[in-house]
């Protein structure tokens, strides 16, 4: 009964290491892989995605977001099958190691040297002088051509033996290494990398950036400062270039500074910023406050400011600053906080026009009203808009790992493609005052190649047995 459970999970074993072993996995896989990357280049990915799933009915939509299409990338079952891919050409490499390996050590075998004995030899011709001369002139050409050349002699015969490029044996290897690698990389850059964007404005810091697809937002752990901002513009009005100068900081202590352009990123602490556009937002307002009592304070104010109103304990926060909202023009959202309560509403720059257009609608619509806070009333003078800077931001530490794949795999498919294991064996014995001399060669890929070198190797000879 043991012995049968031993059997049976030894025949489990050999099913699952032949299923992993297998070339025909191999195709499936980078087969199911290749029209995934096409679902993936047809089918918007992340932000891109936000736009379509709009237009789409919500059913198909559910389908798409549940098998993760719209960020296949870094989709659990896309990891899946690189995982898969990786795992099968190691079972396949292990598999199909020994015997290389042994093609590789078995570099001299018994079988040509029968053939160097008869009539079968690949070359075969007589060349004036005793074997041992004949023998030296044909090992120093040789050893020209060939990086290792052993002489052995055996009663008056002469056999040498060149040798090249046994290493080629490896190269199906070398290039399974390099695509594990870059899949190492992949994995890699899909599970620790980010990508993402944040705009600045000008003389603006900030130490978060918001991730594509809605998945949230990254805390760097430095801050990033936007010094300065600068635009050139053609003739015609379309921008020739925009610069970007830029500081690190780190603890509040400026480690780096520098300037960001368009196609020049800057990288800092292992993350890459893009220059990838700019805009307009509003800056700062220039707020009028009157009291009851004929005062007037001239405030010039920022999203987020705060400032007290005498008399009444009283704070003003600025909630927002529009350029143009609801196309009435340039307003302002105060909101105050008293004893009373919070009360907000708006501030606009031309409320006299809009009163004029809409009679009566700072009564319909008290947010409207710039007086609605007594005995205090505000106005607006105008906004001055600031530009701000947009990066993308990204890092992906596996980009060093998939350059070394790359360089690994080419190095690979030039071992494959242009070199070869080649031998070539040659026996110099005497016959009659003269050398007889067999030549034999084997080579695992480019027999053309392998029977130019006997062809000028036996050419050599002959010629220099003539000028003898």
Known sequence: MGKGNKNSAEERKNAIWSFFASVRLTVVLLIVIAVSSILGTLIPQQEEAQRIMRELPPALVSILQSLQLFDMYHSVWFLLLMLLLA?????CSLNRFPRTWRLFRSARSGEPSRRLEGDAADRIFTAGGMPAGVADQLEGLLRRKFRAVHRMEDGGVVTLHGEKGAFSYLGVYVVHASILILLAGAIIGSLSGFDGYVNIP?????????????????????????????????ENGMPREFRSDLTFLKDGQIVREGSLRVNHPIEFGGIRFYQASYGNQPGTALLTVRDGGGGKKLLKVSAGDQF??????????????????????????LGIMSEEGGIAFWVFSHIREIEEANPGITKQVPQFNPGIFKP?????????????????????????VVAAGAILMVAGFMIVFFFSHRQIWVRVEGRGGRSRVSIVGRCNRDPAGLSRDMDNL?????KQSLQE
């Open 87 to 91: 795992v099968n050409l190691i079972v």
């Open 202 to 234: 000008e003389g603006g810091t900030i130490d978060t950036v918001k991730l594509r697809g809605g998945q949230g937002t990254k805390k760097l752990d430095f801050a990033v400062r936007c010094d300065r901002f600068t635009v050139e513009f053609y």
């Open 308 to 333: 007290e109103l005498g008399g009444r304990k009283a704070v003003v926060s600025v909630l927002r600053i529009e350029e143009n909202l609801m196309n009435m023009g340039p307003a302002v959202k």
């Open 376 to 400: 205090f009333y505000f106005s607006l003078g105008g906004i001055e808009s600031a530009y701000f800077t947009g990066l993308q931001v990204s890092t992906d530490p596996g980009v060093p």
């Open 458 to 462: 036996a050419a050599v000879e002959r």
